[in-house]
Nanobody, 120 residues
Framework: QVQLVESGGGLVQAGGSLRLSCAAS????????MGWHRQAPGKQRELVAV???????TYADSVKGRFTISRDNAKNTVYLQMDSLKPEDTADYYC??????????????WGQGTQVTVSS
């Protein structure tokens, strides 16, 4: 069993900042790719950013230069620093972790989601 706990969402004015975190615990051997996705009302879930265990990072074009993804392998935690927020960033944000369990079985886990609302 692996549990993911997200935190850090909220309401912020345009131009403001928020920092999301997602901590994994439980039967973990290793966490490979960590990422953040988001889903706005009436839209499909989309990738925001991903980071490999080795630190290779990919961002969606819409957030490049404004968002920063990072990870702490010792804590099995991924972060998303969001700066210069825009109203179009309003969405539910979900972390996604590709975990290898202590039984050496790979699983894809999703966080419960945290709401980010950016007012204009």
């Amino acid at each position: 069993q692996v549990q993911l706990v997200e935190s850090g969402g909220g309401l912020v004015q345009a131009g403001g900042s928020l920092r999301l975190s997602c901590a994994a615990s439980g039967s973990i051997f290793r966490v490979n790719v960590m990422g953040w996705h988001r889903q706005a009302p009436g839209k499909q879930r989309e990738l925001v950013a991903v980071i490999s265990r080795g630190g290779t990072i990919t961002y969606a074009d819409s957030v490049k230069g404004r968002f920063t993804i990072s990870r702490d392998n010792a804590k099995n935690t991924v972060y998303l620093q969001m700066d210069s927020l825009k109203p179009e960033d309003t969405a539910d944000y979900y972390c996604n972790l590709k975990v290898v369990t202590q039984l050496l079985t790979p699983y894809d886990y999703w966080g419960q989601g945290t709401q980010v609302t950016v007012s204009s």
